[in-house]
């Protein structure tokens, strides 16, 4: 397997404009995460899925942010409007079941919004 | 909620030297924990998963252990080498929020 697919790698997007970034899950993990990464805040867990189903989605910053997950070889993260704050990396990952399983992390977005 | 501390935030050692990563945890109820590594500009790689119910867990020079009760748990890396030079991040699973939380890390560096 390939592991996590991450696209794309680097974003660079100015204020405003609408963002998605991309994740393809490793084959048979039943578990998907979105996270993101700064230096100020570490690593933030913004959503999960299980089963393709929404869990928890707390941890997204606003409403700006959606993420979806039509099947359960794809999921898409949705920042409109983008603005500078919303600069980092996002990770995706998976595993089977919710913490129970190894994640595996996809090599990440690098967003920058100008 | 779930919070990680890991001490040191950065530690800079010699090759060759044994060396203990700590990290801490406020909510012991956790079903595992993971130790990650993550090389710069790169995604996290598991290296260790510790269950609940066990106390070490080891893999090559790696070894992790768990102390569920006071919230603690270490990573030992023994003979460190240049190549070992990364962040290592602790990820304790809590069943009950369902959740992995991270720490910020411990950035290691291994000198030749």
């Known amino acids: 397997d390939a592991g996590v697919i991450q696209s794309p790698r680097h974003e660079v997007t100015e204020m405003g404009q609408e963002v998605t970034l991309r994740c393809k899950p490793i084959?048979?993990?039943?578990?998907l995460f979105w996270y993101r990464q700064t230096m100020m805040r570490g690593l933030e867990l913004l959503i999960y899925?299980?089963?393709?189903?929404?869990?928890?989605d707390s941890g997204m910053p606003e409403d700006r942010f959606s993420a979806k997950m039509p099947n359960a070889s794809f999921s898409t993260l949705k920042i409109q409007p983008s603005e500078p704050r919303d600069s980092a990396v996002y990770f995706c990952?998976?595993?089977?079941?919710?913490?129970?399983?190894?994640?595996?992390f996809g090599q990440g977005t690098r967003l920058t919004v100008v | 909620k779930q919070e990680v501390t890991q001490i040191p935030a950065a530690l800079s050692v010699p090759e060759g030297e044994n060396l203990v990563l700590n990290c801490s945890f406020t909510d012991s109820a956790i079903y595992n924990l993971q130790w990650f590594r993550q090389d710069p500009g790169k995604g996290l790689t598991s290296l260790l998963l510790i269950q609940s119910s066990q106390r070490e867990q080891t893999s090559g020079r790696l070894n992790a252990s768990l102390d569920k009760s006071s919230g603690r748990s270490t990573l030992y890396i023994a003979a460190s080498q240049p190549g070992d030079s990364a962040t290592y991040l602790c990820?304790?699973?809590?069943?009950?929020?369902?959740?992995?939380?991270f720490g910020i890390g411990t950035k290691l560096q291994v000198i030749p």
């Open positions: 084959s048979g993990h039943n578990s």
């Open positions: 899925f299980n089963n393709n189903v929404p869990i928890d």
């Open positions: 990820a304790p699973y809590s069943g009950g929020y369902q959740k992995v939380t």
């Open positions: 990952a998976s595993s089977l079941g919710l913490g129970q399983g190894r994640a595996f």
